[in-house]
């Protein structure tokens, strides 16, 4: 049985053969039987109820103005803030948490008549490719349960491709978003940097955080962009550009567009059957009438130590907020540099911890010319050759990920945990737009197939996933019936 | 060689060492809302922690927002201080843990300050000092606490409030360009009245709002490099400032003189000691691991907003000083110390421009009006009187209606709950006796009833004819007009 998407949801709600409370209900039930994967840290009960009446009171008496995403059930990451619901990053430190305020993000959402059913897992404070760092416990793969489904977003991937939701949000700092779809075999679409307001998003890294839907199909990804991206007065690093319409150019094909192929990203240890699975898509495209070329981007290999010097640096800023005083996890001891020392050094998990020390460290005193200041020119450089790249091509097809999901607990040193992004964080680097789509299988588990276009032209790489798709049939395969799985919304 | 003691006097020390003096200034600015959200910067009264949002507080998730007023007064501030503003600027995170700071790390800026190398000119003792300025740059204030106990580290229990964190926040930081604390007292004096001048501040010592730290060494006279500097906090008053920094220079000349070296630490002063304390040394400095503030887009000034900033920026103390001299005749000394505060300045060109004589005007603002202003705490523009009241009381002693002794006796009288003092001088007949037949009726009665005084001031005692004119002014309860009777009894005496 193949999971509705977005847009036959929204056709029975139109037509009145089911409502926004019993598509919510549904929902909740199909997560419910997941959770032996454990992809939902809890339910928005409350929220969910209010926003269905909402969304049916709307759907009633003024149909008219109900958009695509009216009465459509979602879930969204762990990572960001709702007004009256309880949220925690994934970490011990917030626990307890209930923002009293709504990110921007999700608000949009909420006024587009969107129903909130759960708040998704992820790797703590979104620092991961596996899923394993959360604090709440592992996620497993939909495909195969003792599998990871990548990371960070693991929870917001699993639940959309079990089909028990028909999208959700995650976000994105190193390919948190990209990763897991390729892991879990559905769409996920980071946005050009500033595209999407961060407002609400408990920061991880500030200079690279997006967020980003995953669904099925990536008509019904574009569709939950459209309604989150826009210039918001709360983030000065949204951008005041207009949001070009992606409606206009989703159908226009790949025709006539030059892709590009980087070939750093072909040699880099592609296990084979990613690189069979995205060489047939790469001649799908051309089939489909793109011209591919070849093109260098010779800075790859330093994007990995570039990143894992800036993310480390804001993380180390960012989380100094954590210290028991005012919300979440506190641990009281007499003196205050105690309550700080015991409140952190228990809230945090061992990945979180790394990172703020690698963090403190590349800016201190001494160290910052070394580390940090260079870092920014390596990122300068990259953000440079994919302009250059661009000036050649229309946009970037190539690998997500190297490798398909792999086995819980067998990436325990962080550097091989790290490399799981080496495609994908570059990307994040030079705030460019990228979407990860189902691309075949090796060894009966998804790959994902990544598009990378020039910033602000998130509609363009919209249109070539959007060709993909139109061409292919794996975004509409379910993964196999897993033990305790659950069946899929129908 | 110069004898030492351990117990060298200032002025002995001064004899031996230059002090080296740089002062950082902080002024919280008069804008309606916070440095990066919309919560109100005058947070002074509200109940703790009542005025704070998600953004303020610092609560996961949230991102700030340039208030612009902010950058403008700043600008404004550069400008007034002479600085060049670089056309591109930059916020930074400081990094570090205390309880008044929610996000652990301060918005403010490092090595890309909204402007730089600017100076403020003033005179001391009839020298010029010139002292240049770094730089003025915006960050953002803290909370303050409440400590069950003298400081946080020995606090029984400590509380938070968070009301004043993220107010906008100026840092004016000046060069190790003064020689005394008399010329470092100065200073601050001088860029306390430019800073009320052009609005951005409101000059408050006592109540935090202009803040200022010291740094200071000593050399010895022609030496090139500095010593070890302390920086010395703490200090709520110019008064304060002057007597911290008299300690240090004696402190340090002591410790100089006995051969030993000055610890680079950080002191505080505590005014009931009158002396400065150790509150952090060197090896416990912090690391601030500046770094740019990624939340917030790098600043570009255009060359359009900082000329109409520069165009808006308002007459400056010392141009006003200069216009009083020219315009309105003022001494030096009279022009400074009416424009010392700009209200001052205000209420004096108001009585001016209602058609009170300059000097009259200066006298009156100067004496009267300045002693009552300092005894009830309020200038004259918030009393009942007002200027518009003030301005009618002198033009009645101006114009002979009423003598200067009754106008002060009304002046105080009606000063707070104010009043019509041609009405009050109507309604009880305070009119001043000036009528000629009266004034020589009434001197011709004193001269009769004293014969002594009389005698003595046609013996040469020219005192005597103050008792004279006393017994004129008793007889019409301070009535008559004293210069006319004077004048009467002159004739009368000496025909």
């Known amino acids: ?490 | 060689m110069t004898t030492t003691s351990a117990v060298s006097t200032l002025e002995q020390i001064l004899a031996r060492y230059e002090p080296v003096i740089g002062l950082e200034v902080h002024g919280q600015l008069l804008t309606r809302s916070k440095m990066f959200c919309g919560c109100s910067a005058d947070y002074i009264g509200s109940p703790p922690n009542s005025n704070t949002c998600p953004v303020c507080l610092g609560l996961p998730g949230v991102l700030p927002v340039i208030n612009r007023v902010a950058v403008e007064y700043t600008v404004r501030t550069a400008l007034a201080l002479n600085c060049e503003i670089p056309e591109h600027s930059k916020f930074d995170r400081k990094n570090y843990f205390y309880p008044d700071l929610p996000k652990g790390y301060q918005i403010s800026q490092w090595d890309m300050p909204l402007s730089l190398n600017g100076h403020l000119s003033f005179t001391v003792d009839g020298e010029e000092v010139r002292c240049g300025i770094t730089r003025v740059h915006l960050e953002e204030d803290t909370g303050t606490l409440q400590h069950a106990g003298d400081i946080l580290q020995q606090a029984r229990s400590s509380v938070v409030d968070l009301n004043r964190a993220g107010v906008p926040l100026m840092e004016i930081v000046g060069e190790p360009d003064l020689r005394s604390s008399e010329q470092a007292r100065e200073y601050l004096v001088r860029l306390r009245q430019i800073l009320v001048y052009i609005g951005v501040n409101d000059g408050n010592l006592e109540q935090g709002s202009f803040r200022c730290d010291a740094n200071i060494s000593l050399r010895r006279p022609g030496e090139t490099e500095l010593g070890v500097k302390v920086e010395v906090k703490n200090m709520n008053s110019f008064r304060a400032v002057q007597r911290a920094l008299d300690f240090e220079i004696v402190r340090q000349g002591r410790l100089l003189d006995q051969g030993q070296t000055i610890a680079q630490e950080t002191r505080g002063w505590v005014e009931a000691k009158g002396a400065t304390i150790s509150q952090r040394s060197k090896e416990y400095a912090h690391d601030y691991r500046y770094f740019p503030e990624p939340d917030l887009p790098p600043l570009q000034l255009g060359v359009d907003f900082v000329e109409r900033v520069r165009a808006g920026l308002p007459e400056l103390p010392q141009q006003l000083i200069e216009r009083l001299q020219r315009d309105h005749g003022l001494s030096p000394y009279d022009a400074a110390i009416i424009s010392a505060e700009r209200e001052d300045a205000r209420a004096f060109e108001e009585l001016v421009a209602s058609g009170v004589p300059a000097k009259a005007a200066a006298n009156w603002l100067m004496g009267e009006v300045a002693r009552l202003s300092r005894e009830s705490h309020t200038p004259v523009q918030r009393s009942g009187l007002g200027v518009a009241g003030l301005a009618a009381l002198v033009k009645l002693v101006e114009g002979g209606s009423i003598n200067g002794s009754t106008a002060k006796e009304l002046l105080e009288e009606l000063y707070l709950p104010g009043g019509d003092p041609a009405a009050v001088v109507r309604d009880r007949g305070l009119g001043q006796v000036s009528d000629q037949g009266e004034l020589e009726r009434l001197v011709d009665a004193v001269i009769a009833e004293n014969p002594a005084a009389v005698a003595d001031f046609r013996g040469g005692k020219e005192q005597a004819l103050q008792r004279l004119v006393g017994g004129v002014m008793k007889a019409t309860r301070g009535r008559a007009d004293a210069r006319a009777v004077t004048g009467l009894l002159r004739d009368r005496l000496s025909g």
């Open chain 1, 1 to 490: 049985m193949t999971p509705r998407t977005v847009a036959e949801l929204g056709a029975s709600l139109r037509r009145g053969e089911t409502s926004p409370a019993e598509l919510a209900a549904a929902s909740r039930g199909a997560l419910e039987s997941l959770a032996p994967l454990h992809p939902v840290l809890r339910y928005t009960d409350e929220l969910t109820e209010r926003q269905a009446a909402r969304a049916a009171r709307t759907l009633a008496e003024a149909p008219e103005t109900a958009g695509p995403l009216c009465g459509i059930p979602f879930a969204y990451k762990d990572v960001l803030c709702v007004e009256g619901v309880e949220t925690t990053a994934g970490s011990r430190i917030l626990q307890g948490y209930v923002p009293p305020y709504t990110g921007t993000a999700v608000g949009r959402l909420l006024d587009a008549g969107a129903v909130p059913v759960a708040v998704t897992n992820c790797d703590e404070f979104a620092m991961g490719s596996s899923n394993e760092n959360s604090a709440f416990g592992p996620v497993g793969n939909p495909w195969d349960p003792s599998r990871v489904p990548g990371g960070s977003s693991g929870g917001s991937a699993a639940v959309v491709a079990a089909g028990a939701v028909p999208f959700s949000l995650g976000t994105d700092t190193g390919g948190s978003i990209r990763q897991p779809a390729s892991f879990c075999g559905v769409a996920g679409f980071k946005p050009t940097y500033g595209r999407v307001s961060r407002y609400g998003l408990i920061a991880f890294a500030s200079s690279l955080d997006q967020i980003g839907p995953f669904a099925r199909s990536v008509d019904d990804v574009a569709r939950v962009f459209t309604a989150m991206a826009g210039h918001d007065p709360r983030d000065s690093t949204s951008s005041p550009t207009e949001v070009e319409p992606v409606d206009e150019q989703l159908e226009r094909g790949v025709a006539g567009l030059r892709l590009g192929v980087p070939h750093e990203y072909m040699t880099e240890g592609l296990e084979p059957g990613v690189r069979t699975a995205v060489e047939s898509a790469l001649a799908l495209l051309e089939k489909l009438g793109a011209t591919l070329e070849e093109v260098s981007l010779p800075s790859t290999p330093a994007a990995l130590s570039t990143y894992y010097i800036i993310a480390p640096a804001e993380c180390s800023a960012n989380l100094a907020r954590m210290d028991g005083v005012r919300f979440g996890f506190h641990v009281d001891r007499p003196s205050l540099t105690d309550s700080y020392l015991e409140t952190r050094g228990q809230g945090f998990g061992p990945e979180v911890k790394r990172r703020v020390m690698l963090g403190t460290y590349a800016l201190s005193s001494g160290y910052y010319d070394a580390y940090y200041r260079k870092a920014q020119k390596v990122r300068t450089l990259i953000a440079e050759e994919f302009d250059r790249a661009f000036e050649k091509v229309d946009a970037l097809v190539c690998p997500t990920s190297p490798i398909v999901a792999f086995p819980k607990g067998e990436r325990s040193d962080p550097l091989s945990m790290y490399l799981c992004d080496v495609l994908t964080l570059p990307v994040n680097l030079a705030g460019l737009p990228g979407i990860s789509v189902p691309c075949g299988l090796s060894e009966g588990l998804p790959v994902g197939l990544q598009v990378i276009g020039p910033r602000f032209q998130d509609a363009r790489v919209l249109r070539v996933a959007h060709a993909y798709q139109g061409a292919t049939a794996w975004h509409e395969a379910p993964p196999p019936p897993a033990p305790g799985a659950g069946s899929p919304t129908s």
